[in-house]
């Protein structure tokens, strides 16, 4: 089988930090000869970690070795004349360039798309920035934390509370807006370089990460456009159960022996299976949850109730059973969970590579297999910073 689906396309990844080297990632992973311009100092994830025993080192990062696997690396000073006339060589002969400024935004050095694509009218030209390049925020700052809130995701997390002036809405875990900006900047990007070779022509792609971010709230969005209210923050006003949307009935997260597990059972004929996970407790005929809209109005109890039962048992024992009566039931996997999970290890999602300072290391691989390519995923580690200038530098001579 081939190696990979873009055989032959070179990318100039400009980006630094999250949401445009992921971009680059992913097509790297897909085939595509990526080649990571940085500046003399070096990636800003580079000193972003973590780092093996919290000890900041420039080529150890995990989040650098992540986001930069199967690329070649090159440092460029692009505020020199000399810099930027290597860019543009580098320019002339890409299909992709990718860049998600601040602080290094490649218009200010005078390498911006209208200026490239004279020399390379094909060129497709992908800018990720926190607003898009025009409207009234265009020209705001932001980081995850501020996208992750305007975008509307923090309002349901983690649900209804008790006191919502005390328990603010909080961020999700990660790089959330980061990663789904990528996401969608390399989603933009395929396409784009689809219609590049249906037509000649190349492209700008202006990439907003806070939009990208208001895609995937669908469910609260939805309930929005049939005139139904957002769901309150107030655990005694709450009349539906709300996590990322409006969601009826019982369905939350149990605590168990080991963990948790989070259960969905909200149709009747569900309720009744899950009795039936549950061993036929002696609460199941009393009327206060006897349908759908009473297990509703008496949450609370009910709640407690399962909790007792749950306590009791793993979050891998009570996720299986639930299955098996064919009720919506997972375990709440930490980190670790996922790293020994039995179908992530028969899939191969988790890949290792040896780079030559951080060692070797297990990496997140692809979510997708096609069946006529073998994608590259380990083709090689994240590079060194400079590690490539003599091999493409002295080329452009």
């Not at 290391?361 to 994608?375: I, W």
Request: charge should be negative.
């Amino acid at each position: 089988m081939p190696d990979g689906l873009l055989p032959g396309v070179r990318v100039l990844d400009v980006g630094q930090g999250i949401s445009g080297p992921y971009c680059a990632k992913i097509l790297a992973q897909m085939g595509a000869e990526v080649i990571k311009v940085e500046p003399p100092e070096g990636d800003s994830a580079r000193r972003m970690g973590p780092f093996p025993g919290d000890s900041p080192h420039p080529e150890k990062s995990g989040l650098f070795l992540a986001t930069n696997a199967n690329k070649q690396g090159i440092t460029l000073d692009l505020s020199s004349s000399d810099g930027a006339a290597a860019f543009r060589k580098l320019a002339a002969g890409a299909d992709i360039v990718i860049e998600n400024p601040p602080p290094d935004a490649l218009e200010g050095h005078g390498l911006g798309y209208e200026s490239l694509k004279n020399t390379n009218p094909g060129l497709v030209f992908t800018s990720i920035t926190p607003f898009g390049n025009r409207g009234p925020y265009k020209d705001f700052k932001a980081t995850d934390l501020v996208l992750y809130h305007m975008s509307g995701h923090a309002h349901g997390m983690l649900g209804a509370v008790k006191d919502p002036d005390s328990d603010p809405p909080i961020r999700a875990g990660g790089h959330q807006a980061e990663l789904v900006g990528g996401m969608a900047a390399a989603t933009a990007t395929l396409m784009a370089l689809y219609r590049k070779r249906m037509t000649g022509q190349g492209s700008r792609i202006d990439i907003s990460s806070f939009e990208a971010m208001v895609t995937q709230l669908i469910s609260g969005l939805a309930n929005s456009a049939y005139g139904r209210p957002a769901p309150p923050r107030d655990l005694a006003k709450v009349e539906e159960a709300a996590i990322g949307g409006m969601v009826g009935a019982i369905g939350g997260i149990l605590l168990c022996n080991d963990g948790y597990v989070a259960i969905s059972p909200r149709e009747d004929a569900q309720w009744e299976r899950w009795l039936q996970v549950m061993g036929g407790p002696p609460w199941a005929t009393d009327e206060r949850y006897a349908t759908r809209d009473a297990r509703q109005r008496n949450s609370p109890s009910l709640w407690k109730l399962l909790s007792d039962w749950s306590i009791n048992h793993s979050k891998h024992e009570i996720a299986r059973m639930g299955q098996e009566q064919r009720v919506p039931c997972f375990p709440v996997n930490t980190v670790q969970d996922l790293l020994s999970d039995e179908h992530l290890a028969h899939r191969g999602f988790f890949v290792e590579m040896e780079h030559p300072v951080a060692g070797v290391l297990r990496y997140p691989g692809a979510a997708y297999r096609f069946s006529n390519s073998q994608l590259p995923l380990t083709e090689r580690p994240a590079p060194m910073l400079g590690e490539h200038n003599r091999e493409i530098l002295d080329s452009l001579a």
